[in-house]
């Protein structure tokens, strides 16, 4: 089991920014992703990237607000957040896993939880 640790989460006003990161061992990851679940609401997949690659996929809520990124020499993904709402309220976890999400993986199946067989704790975003 791989060990992740997010961080950065924070309360902020509508239309602010925030960066969260996440601490993860690299080796035999091909991807990684940041989820949410927000009050009363599933697990959804948000972005995902491809180790290495830079191949990156989002759902269309976040797409244009968030960007994902990895600092390889840091061994820390990192999530950009701008343009924030109270809809992005939620509890953000990182997770990474060992198949490859790009090229001819859906996009649906990146941000599916099931891909993926490592996770964060989690850090809550309170968008107030």
């Known amino acids: 089991q791989v060990q992740l640790v997010e961080s950065g989460g924070d309360f902020v006003q509508p239309g602010g920014s925030l960066r969260l990161s996440c601490v993860a061992s690299?080796?035999?990851?091909?991807?990684m992703a940041w989820f949410r679940q927000g009050p009363g609401k599933e697990r959804e997949g948000i972005a995902s990237?491809?180790?290495?690659?830079?191949?990156?996929t989002y759902v269309d809520s976040v797409k244009g607000r968030f960007t994902i990124s990895l600092d390889n020499a840091k061994s820390t993904m990192y999530l950009q957040m701008n343009s924030l709402e109270p809809e992005d309220t939620a509890i953000y976890y990182c997770?990474?896993?060992?198949?490859?999400?790009?090229?001819?993986?859906?996009?649906?199946?990146?941000?599916?939880?099931?891909?993926?067989?490592?996770w964060g704790q989690g850090t809550q975003v309170t968008v107030s």
């Open positions: 997770a990474s896993g060992h198949r490859y999400c790009g090229g001819y993986v859906s996009r649906q199946v990146a941000l599916t939880a099931s891909w993926y067989n490592s």
């Open positions: 690299l080796d035999g990851r091909h991807c």
């Open positions: 990237t491809v180790t290495g690659r830079g191949e990156t």
